[in-house]
Each structure stands twice: as structure tokens, then as C-alpha cells.
């Protein structure tokens, strides 16, 4: 179900019939558009036009240009829920070009969370096909405070295409990158200074479009005073109607524009019949008017005709469509008109939010009717509103919007209430704050049974009725978050047995943790099976996304089982069905990709690898599912590690562990671990040997899956101290601990653990010397693998003592032909392949130290090219430091001292 579209936020204000022409302002406008600004910024206080003047505009350029074409989106406070934000920007822009936005809306409605990235990006690409211009106009940016949509426009104007153009006005500046395009010359700026009336506007305005009569002496005095502001002169204007002693009167008020608007819309009100004033004063607590919904108000029935009579009285009413149904007062009038009236009848104001609470309920618009009901303080109507609202909440993903409400309402009111309870409960366990989780469950419950001592008013609703089992999934949840492998089979049980048959969700998410439980206690046989169950519940429950994204964990699982190629097929059959309908669903499409990318690394196909990453990074930079975002990055880091960059991958790392989230899914491949193992390949065992005293880790541990990964790395970490310093206790604990690993792994049949344990006894003889074992030992670990080619970067991963010792068995006719074909996977750089002889009369090779690793080589082809440093950096996703690192390695093998002349002696040796 798609999330509900205002109609009266994409309006398009027309241009009033009277109005001072800002022919000044119109020109540079103009001008902008011809010099190919990407952005226009209105920066103005309010009352100051900024939106008369774009409206202006527009109907000037739409008038000279027919082609032009105007998407307009007025801002509000609950576009900071990105949700709300991009669909009504997509609506926008499909509202004026039908072949714009259909796949950035589906994205939308089927996504798990909030797809920024790839929805922008598929509505940018549908921009770069229409014809002619557009101008996409954001009125009211300031009321934007959340970093997420400033990120969404920013990615907007950093990919913006030629044919559209960012119209943004605002209170004051927006965070978007200013600085960058003015040095770029792509943003022109109107500020108050430019939008004050000058001394001629402000007479034509006074005297032509007000119908006074002032005199020059008059006009000149009330420019001063407001100092061209225009909702100044326009308060003043409309004091004046009707006075005969205009200056007196103009010099009966100066001050500040705060001090002169109480002033001036005082006179103004007192002006207004009784039957004038009440309905302003009662309807101002609105922030959209409709006949209706003022009569609701008022207990009148004159709602529309009085609406029109304001606007054509220049009282501030603005419309907001077309049949001048719905209308708002200017912000300005609005906000002094609400301090009169909790000036003058305090006690009626709760009233009124009421009786807009339930007409807005009435009418099915249950977020303001939710915002009336908290601003009146009705916090139990509130909640009750909430409950009810939940359902559509969740499905169109307005996270922000509910963590809003449920912060507003007293915590009293939230405790009482057992559906509300329960996901403020969801929402502390996703944000990280696990000890926050269960007093929130343990409320829910209370209410349930009416502990609570009140009388039970929830909403009767389905998620009320699947309480019960929805908080055992989430207390399965916790234990998971916690590490409590126990905990979480316990509350997945108890889940199943509350769920009711046709309950797919509950006994999906239960099926799911009962899978990850015997999943984090090493048993993949079970978990494969129980995990598949989960998956079957989703499928029953339509939940397409749900249903795909957990294919992540079933393939992960697959690989613990030693199946790479059961897990390559399930991401392929994913794919296939995610992109069956003749719009694909991106989000997932995306974590599927970079799935792909990890089992492609494992067989040794970097370039296919990095292929599905970039792909990803397309759908969506970041992954996105918020517990999936991390992987990105840690694959990136692998392929990195592959291609000899240890620097670019261990800051990758970093990146993932910034973004890895507990609680979602057992941590069986810990990233402190994987960094150890790219200082244990660089020979700094030091900082390795820290990783192990931090994290506890020895060979004499306590055995178990969760830990497992961890001691496969301590024995690399202990092989090394052999290979550097000949320690003879570090290679009797490495073979000691290596034993009980593999009877771990033979007891609980877990062939991908199996393989690596011998592959690493294989690398302990050799390492020792002793090559018959070490053979011995290969064989067995190739002959436990269904597909040995599927583990080629298992391997060739640890260098070259490992590719030593397959040259040997393959030189001798040993093992068949997997030491070969492990090999031909590797890179020239790993294997150590020598250069081909230079052809007569050919440049002589250079005489480096050593070679270029693959990763300088891709710098090098880069360096040859346009790209900037930084450009370069963000290109191979490592920082400046990391690039300038490469260089100079670069440009030391070379023996040269600057970009162009490395690029050059590249050329001379072939090299690129």
C-alpha cells in the first residue's frame, strides 16, 4: 500500500493578479538558469516574498519557455521521516512527466527500510531521459532538521542532471555543500537584502496594489521603518485602509520586525467584524484550512465562502490548489494569531485541537489527526489514535515519525498501552540500547493482563492480538543481541507455541531465531532446516522483501555447511525472483549483490567480485537493510585483501565495524578478527598478538562456533610466531588447538569448518618443514570439500608458504589437478610470475626492487586519467592518505617524482 500523497503539498501557487512586478530579481533568476546553476537559494527571513517571488518567476519562465516544467514540493515538519520526504518528491516529478518516478515509488512501497540512495538514483536516472527543463522547487527548507533528508538533496545535487534545476527557499541556510558550488559557480543566492522592496516597489505596492493613496513623504517614511520588508508594508497597508490620518499613524510605530508585526496585526484585527476575528482566532491553530474543517472548528457553516472573502481581502490566506478547497494563513499572521489566542481564551485552544483531532480522524487522515490530539494534550486519544495508525506506520516505514509521537506522550501513557510498549521496546533494541528493551516488554505484558490498574481503552487491532507472540520474537531477539544462544531458542519456542497458525509473521520470526540458534551452536544441519521454515513462513505471508533479504543468512549458512555453490545459486534464484516483476525491488537486489560478490572473492574471481559490489553500491551505497549495511564493506575489504592492499582493507573495516549492529544475527564472523588476520599477513604480530589479549582469546579456550573464528585466527597468529621467531610452545599450541578443532567440526559435520581446520594443520607442517604431512593434510582438507575450486581464496589467502607447497604437489603429480587449478586463480603479484621478456628492440624493463602490487597497478591506470586525488580516493574507496601511501610506493618503483612522469614511464614499459 503506497504512502498517502498530500495533493496540497505539490501545488504550484499561482501568480496573484495583483502584484509588484520584481523584474530585478526575475533577471538573475533568469540568468542562472542560462549560466546552468544547479542550485537557486532563497534565503530570507520570513515575510520577505520568497515564495510570491518564485511563483513569480515560474509563471515568467513557464510563459517564455513552454517546455520548462515546474515539480513543486512545499516542506512541512513531517518531511523529516525520509519516507514521507521522497515519496512526495517522487509524486512531484511523476505529477508533471508520468515516465518519471514508477520504479523510485516501487522501490518505495516494497523496501524493507528507507531506500534514500536507490530511489533518488532511479529518479535521477528517469530526469536524464525526459525532455526539456525542470525546476524542482523546495518551499519551507528550514523546517528540515534531519541529517538523513539533508544527505538525500545533497546526493540529489551531487548527481543532479542537466535537466533539472534545485529551487530552494528557506528561513536560512540549508546544510548542503554552499562553499563547493559557489567556488563552482552552480548556486545563485537571493537574500533579505536582494528581496527588501526598494523605494519604487514599495510605492507601487502601497499605492497600485493596496489602492492607498499616500504620499511621497508617507512611502519614504514606511520603506524606512520596515526597511523594505514585505509583510511589514503589507500589515501597514491594510492598518491604513480606511484611515484619514495616515502619518500619524506611520509614525506612531517603529522597532523591531518582531515588535512592528504584533503591531500591525493588532490593527488589523481590530479592524475585522466580530464574525472576522472569531473565525481567525479559531481557526488558527490549523496549519491547512478547509470549509469543513472550519466549521468543525467554528460550529459555523460558512467555512469556504469565509476562506474566499479572506483571500480576496489580502488577509494573508494563501491557497494551496487549484479550486481554492484548501488554503493556509501566511506562517507570520498565523503564529501571532495563535499567541492572541492563548492570550485572550487559553481555555479554548485544547478544544479546538480536539474537534480538529476528530475531524482529521473522521476523514482518515490519522497523522495530523494524531498531532491535534497531542497538541490539545489528549495523551490517552493520542495513543489510541497511534495504535490504530501503527499498522500503516510500520508498512510504509515512518520510523522517525513514530519515535516522534512515542517521545511526545507521557511515559506513563506509553506503559499502559501494550502494543506501544512493545515497539518503543523494538525501536530501543534496533538503535543499540539493549537494557532499555525488556522494562518495555515487561509493561506490555503488565497492560495486557491490566495489571496496570486502568481500564484496558487499546485499539483493537490484529498487532494487539499477536502481542503475545510478537514479544516473544522480540525477546528471542534480545537474547540474540546478548549472545544468550539459549535465551533466544527458549523465546523462539515459546513464540511458536503463542503464534496462531495463520500468524506467518510471528512463526516466521520465530522459525528464524530457533534457525540462528542452532546456527551460533555450530549445528547447520538443523539450522539450514529451521532457517528454510522461516523462510516458507514469510513466503506464506506475502513478504517478498522479508522473504529475499534472508536469503543472506540461509547462504551464509550454506558456506558453513561447505556448499559455496548452493549458496551462488540461492543469491541467483534471489536475484531472479526480485527483478521477475518489470520492476525490480533494488533494495534487496542490492544486498543480494554484494552476497554474490563474497562467494565470487572465494572462488578466486576478484573482477566479478568487485563487478557485484559496484553494482551494489549503485543500488544503494550503503546496504540497504540497517543491520546488512556493514557487509558492504567488509566484502570490499576481502577483494581489497586479495588485490595486496592491506591499508585499503583494514580501513574498510573500520568503516563495517562503525556500522555493524548487534542483536540481528550471530556474530560468527567477528570484524576485530578479521583485522588481526590482515596484520597476522603483514607480518605485524604485535598488534595481532594485542587483538587476542583484548579479546580474551587462547589456546586453551572452552570450544564453541561462536568463538570459532577467533581461534582459527589465534593459529595463524601462532603459525606466524613460529615462521618469525621459531617459537616452539607457539606450534605445539597451534597443532593442540588445531586437533580439537577438527573434532569440533567432524562431530557436528560442519564441512566449511572442516576444510579451513585442515588447510591450517596443512600450513602448520609446512611451516615446520615437515612437507609429507603437510601434503597429507592438504589432500585431506581438498578431499573434504564437495567443490575444492569453490574455496580458491581459502588458500592462496595465506600466501606463500601455501602456494609454495601446492607448487610442490602439483610439480610432483599429487592431489590431481586441484593444486593447479587452485593456482591458475591466483593473482600474478601472489603467484609471483615473472615478466615476459621484453621484445627486440623494446624499452629494457625497469630494474625495480620489486614489483607493482595489483592494487598500485590499478592507482597507476588511474593516475591516467582525470580524476583528482580525491577524486581517485573515493573512486577505489580508500582515504587521501591511503592513496598518497600508494603513490609514493608507485612513484618509488619508478623511480620518478611526479604524476605525469610516472604515467609516462608506465606507458614506456606497458605497463598501463
Known amino acids: 500500500m503506497p504512502t498517502p500523497v498530500l495533493a496540497t503539498k505539490l501545488f504550484v501557487p499561482a501568480r496573484r493578479p495583483r502584484l509588484v512586478e520584481r523584474s530585478r530579481l526575475i533577471q538573475r533568476l533568469d540568468a542562472a538558469l542560462v549560466r546552468g546553476c544547479k542550485l537557486m537559494l532563497i534565503s530570507a527571513p520570513a515575510g520577505f516574498g520568497k515564495t510570491t517571488l518564485v511563483s513569480d518567476w515560474i509563471a515568467h519562465s513557464t510563459q517564455r519557455q513552454p517546455s520548462t516544467r515546474v515539480a513543486w514540493l512545499s516542506l512541512d515538519d513531517g518531511d523529516n521521516d525520509p519516507s514521507r520526504l521522497l515519496t512526495h518528491l517522487v509524486a512531484a516529478l511523476h505529477g508533471i512527466d508520468a515516465d518519471i518516478g514508477s520504479e523510485a515509488l516501487h522501490l518505495l512501497h516494497n523496501a524493507q527500510t528507507v531506500p534514500i540512495e536507490p530511489t533518488l538514483t532511479t529518479l535521477i536516472n528517469d530526469v536524464t531521459r525526459a525532455s526539456g527543463h525542470i525546476l524542482l522547487v523546495l518551499d519551507d527548507y528550514h523546517v528540515i532538521e534531519a541529517r538523513p533528508v539533508h544527505e538525500a538533496v545533497i546526493f540529489l545535487l551531487d548527481h543532479l542532471p542537466s535537466q533539472l534545476r534545485l529551487v530552494v527557499a528557506s528561513r536560512s541556510d540549508p546544510p548542503l555543500p554552499l562553499a563547493r558550488l559557489r567556488t563552482r559557480e552552480e548556486l545563485t543566492e537571493l537574500r533579505a537584502d536582494d528581496l527588501r522592496f526598494t523605494r519604487d516597489e514599495a510605492e507601487r505596492f502601497l499605492n497600485q496594489v493596496m489602492g492607498l493613496t499616500l504620499s511621497t513623504a508617507d512611502v519614504d517614511a514606511l520603506e524606512t521603518r520596515t526597511e523594505g520588508w514585505v509583510a511589514g508594508l503589507q500589515l501597514a497597508a491594510l492598518s491604513l485602509q480606511d484611515r484619514e490620518d495616515a502619518s500619524a499613524f506611520i509614525g506612531a510605530f517603529t522597532g523591531s520586525h518582531r515588535f512592528v508585526i504584533d503591531y500591525l496585526v493588532e490593527e488589523v484585527l481590530r479592524q475585522q467584524p466580530d464574525h472576522v476575528r472569531g473565525f481567525l482566532l479559531d481557526t488558527a491553530v490549523l496549519d491547512r484550512l478547509t470549509g469543513a474543517l472550519c466549521d468543525a472548528l467554528t460550529g459555523r457553516d460558512d467555512g469556504s465562502g469565509m476562506l474566499e472573502t479572506l483571500e480576496r481581502a489580502n488577509l494573508f490566506v494563501v491557497p494551496l490548489d487549484d479550486q481554492r478547497e484548501w488554503y493556509r494563513y501566511h506562517h507570520l499572521f498565523a503564529d501571532v494569531l495563535r499567541a492572541r489566542m492563548l492570550s485572550e481564551q487559553p481555555e479554548r485552544v485544547p478544544m479546538l485541537h480536539r474537534l480538529a483531532s476528530a475531524w482529521y480522524e473522521r476523514n482518515d487522515l490519522s497523522e495530523e489527526a494524531v498531532k491535534h490530539a497531542l497538541a490539545a494534550q489528549d495523551f490517552e486519544r493520542a495513543a489510541y489514535l497511534m495504535e490504530l495508525a501503527l499498522p500503516t506506520i510500520r508498512r510504509h516505514r515512518h520510523d522517525a515519525m513514530l519515535l516522534g509521537w512515542l517521545k511526545a506522550l507521557p511515559d506513563d501513557v506509553v506503559r499502559r498501552k501494550p502494543v506501544l510498549s512493545v515497539f518503543y521496546g523494538w525501536m530501543m533494541l534496533v538503535s543499540g540500547d539493549l537494557d532499555a528493551v525488556e522494562p518495555r516488554l515487561g509493561d506490555a505484558e503488565r497492560a495486557l493482563r491490566g495489571v496496570a490498574g486502568t481500564a484496558n481503552t487499546s485499539a483493537d487491532t490484529e498487532e494487539l492480538r499477536t502481542l503475545p507472540a510478537t514479544i516473544a520474537v522480540y525477546r528471542a531477539s534480545l537474547a540474540q543481541a546478548r549472545g544468550d544462544v539459549a535465551g533466544m531458542a527458549e523465546h523462539a519456542r515459546r513464540a511458536l507455541e503463542l503464534a496462531g497458525p495463520a500468524d506467518h509473521l510471528a512463526r516466521g520470526g520465530a522459525a528464524g531465531f530457533l534457525g540462528l540458534a542452532a546456527w551460533a551452536n555450530g549445528d547447520v544441519e538443523t539450522a539450514l532446516q529451521t532457517f528454510s521454515d522461516a523462510v516458507a513462513s514469510l513466503h506464506a505471508a506475502g513478504n517478498l522483501v522479508d522473504e529475499l533479504s534472508s536469503t543472506i543468512v540461509l547462504a551464509d549458512m550454506w558456506v558453513a555447511a561447505g556448499r559455496p555453490s548452493k549458496a551462488r545459486r540461492l543469491y541467483e534464484h534471489a536475484l531472479q525472483q526480485a527483478t521477475a516483476e518489470e520492476k525490480a525491488v533494488l533494495p534487496v537486489t542490492a544486498n543480494l549483490h554484494v552476497g554474490l560478490s563474497e562467494i565470487h572473492r572465494e572462488l578466486g574471481q576478484l573482477d566479478t567480485a568487485t563487478r557485484h559490489l559496484e553494482t551494489a553500491k549503485t543500488l544503494g551505497e550503503r546496504a540497504s537493510m540497517t543491520e546488512s549495511r556493514y557487509r558492504w564493506f567488509v566484502a570490499m575489504a576481502r577483494v581489497r585483501e586479495a588485490e595486496d592492499d592491506p591499508e585499503a582493507a583494514a580501513e574498510l573495516l573500520d568503516q563495517a565495524e562503525r556500522l555493524y549492529l548487534r542483536g540481528f544475527f550471530p556474530e560468527v564472523r567477528p570484524i576485530a578478527a578479521m583485522k588481526a588476520r590482515i596484520r597476522i599477513a603483514q607480518g605485524k604480530l604485535l598488534e595481532a598478538g594485542d587483538w ?162 595489483g592494487r598500485e597497478l590499478q592507482v597507476l591506470r588511474l593516475l591516467n586519467s582525470e580524476l583528482s586525488g580525491p577524486e581517485i580516493a573515493r573512486e577505489l574507496f580508500v582515504s587521501l592518505n591511503t592513496l598518497r601511501t600508494h603513490t609514493k610506493h608507485i612513484f618509488t618503483k619508478l623511480e620518478v617524482s611526479s604524476r605525469r612522469a610516472a604515467v609516462r614511464r608506465a606507458q614506456e614499459h606497458g605497463l598501463i
Open 692 to 853: 587476542a589479549r583484548q579479546r580474551g582469546v587462547s589456546a586453551t579456550d572452552d570450544l564453541s562456533y561462536l568463538r570459532e573464528f577467533d581461534h582459527l585466527t589465534l593459529v595463524r597468529l601462532l603459525i606466524g610466531r613460529y615462521r618469525v621467531h621459531r617459537d616452539d610452545s607457539a606450534i605445539r599450541e597451534a597443532v593442540g588447538l588445531l586437533r580439537r578443532l577438527l573434532e569440533a567440526a567432524e562431530g557436528s559435520r560442519r564441512t566449511g569448518s572442516l576444510v579451513e581446520v585442515l588447510m591450517l594443520q596443512a600450513l602448520a607442517h609446512e611451516t615446520q618443514g615437515d612437507r609429507p604431512l603437510a601434503v597429507e593434510a592438504l589432500e585431506k582438507a581438498l578431499a573434504a570439500a564437495p567443490e575444492p575450486e569453490d574455496y580458491v581464496r581459502l588458500f592462496l589467502d595465506e600466501g606463500e608458504p601455501m602456494v609454495s607447497l601446492l607448487r610442490y604437489a602439483e610439480e610432483r603429480g599429487l592431489l590431481g589437478h586441484h593444486p593447479r587449478r587452485l593456482l591458475d586463480a591466483g593473482t600474478p603479484v601472489e603467484l609471483g610470475a615473472a615478466a615476459p621478456e621484453a621484445a627486440p628492440g623494446a624499452t629494457p624493463p625497469l630494474s625495480m626492487v620489486e614489483p607493482l602490487s
